[in-house]
């Protein structure tokens, strides 16, 4: 019994990186170096962990789960880690002294390390099912040598054979939960990201007839000052005619690269940011869609607001909020828009309407999925927003009355320099 109290001692000390990783990292870290650098720690911690407290069998024999941190990590983050896990293997068995179990240790490495790494490029390129049976087999691999070497070296017993038999059926069951449970959790990981990117060509979809009408009405208005120009009677006035069809064309441009940038797949790019510009460019970006719902945006924005994020991103969730904003007010009216450094550290986006306003319970409910009151709508736009400013560990606070308005308060770490 206390065999097995221990093998789930091991379990408990495997899962804890993967958690971290899916709680902690998978969202707030971008970069893959950097992925791969804490999850070779936190691989490396829990190998650790389950060398010092490893299952007892008799005086020789200690087992434990050591490999699958191991195997996951070489499988998932390849070449490096892989080595670097095993060196710190074999280091920590070599800090317990050197003995039979220490060459079983190492002569075992060494048959099954290169094994993995010759799986391990085609496990990444596979599919859920696939990457199991490939993890399994590994594991199983392992088991069946680890049991042929300690044959070899130390002898043959009837009761460790036993304990061997139960370990090789713990290791297969625990590497193909592990699987199971870190492909599951990255593909819902990978469903809220494509919720993310429909959500965002709905609105583009939403907003491009107004945009076409923004880029034709500066076409009218240059097509007509060419029209003029013709005129041999009114040669004093061409200056200015040639200006204001300048103009219009240079609007008309702008409004298509806001679109542009807006529409772009988003990169995993994140760096330094200054929020006001983008508040800027969103504000100006929504403009001639609140003009269409006569409303009309003011914008205030004071110092320099660093924040350290993906442009696209801060963007795609300003629009979302300050869509809804311009939809509030079906009868028109203003948006305060501002943006400045707070004394805590934060950069602080305030997003102000007069419009419908919202109770209590319709301000809890905001963030959840599908959750809308428009009759259109997909009560995703809120949901995208408040996963995007979390990620960059922002945070946002909605004050509202029924009947006079609404303030979205965003607030993001200020970047470091
Ligand atoms: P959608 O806009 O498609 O309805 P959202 O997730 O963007 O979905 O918004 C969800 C709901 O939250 C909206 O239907 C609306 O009832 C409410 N809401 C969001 N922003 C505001 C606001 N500024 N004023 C009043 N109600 C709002
Ligand atoms: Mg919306």
Known sequence: ???????????????????????????????????????????????????????????????????????????????????????????????????????????????????????????????????????????????????????????????????????????????????????????????????????KLRVISELTSVFAHEIRNPMQVTRGFLQLLDDPDLPHKKKEYIKVSIEELDRANEIIDDFLAFGKPSENLNGKVNAGDQVERVANLIQSFSLNHQVEIKTD??????????????????????????????????????????????IRISIKDQGVGMTKQQIDRLGNPYYSLKEKGTGLGMMVSFQIIRSFKGKIFVNSEKGAGTEFIILLPQAVF
């Open 1 to 199: 019994m206390s065999i097995i109290k221990d093998f789930l001692l091991q379990l408990t000390l495997l899962i804890i990186p993967i958690f971290i990783y899916f709680t902690f990292i998978l969202e707030r870290v971008k970069k893959d170096r950097n992925i791969t650098v804490i999850m070779t720690i936190l691989w490396g911690i829990s190998i650790l962990l389950c060398m010092s407290f490893p299952v007892n069998v008799g005086e020789t024999a200690r087992l434990d789960i050591r490999f699958i941190p191991l195997l996951l990590g070489t499988l998932y983050l390849g070449f490096w880690p892989g080595i670097l896990l095993s060196t710190l293997i074999i280091l920590y068995r070599l800090s317990l002294g050197v003995s039979l179990g220490f060459y079983n240790t190492v002569l075992v490495l060494v048959l099954s390390l290169p094994v993995i790494l010759y799986f391990q490029k085609s496990f990444i390129r596979s599919k859920k099912d696939k990457k199991a049976v490939i993890a399994l087999g590994l594991s199983f691999y392992y088991c069946v040598l680890g049991l042929t070497i300690f044959t070899i070296l130390i002898g043959f017993s009837f009761d460790y054979l036993k304990v061997q038999l139960l370990h090789l059926v713990f290791m297969v069951a625990v590497t193909l939960f592990c699987i199971v449970f870190i492909e599951k959790i990255r593909e819902i990981h990978q469903l809220r990201s494509d919720v993310q990117n429909s959500e």
């Open 301 to 346: 924005i004071v110092g320099d607001c660093w924040i350290d994020a993906n442009p696209q991103k801060i963007n795609q969730s300003l629009i979302n909020i300050m869509k809804n904003a311009v939809e509030s007010m079906p009868n028109g009216g203003i948006i305060w828009v501002a943006c400045s450094p707070d004394a805590d550290g934060f």
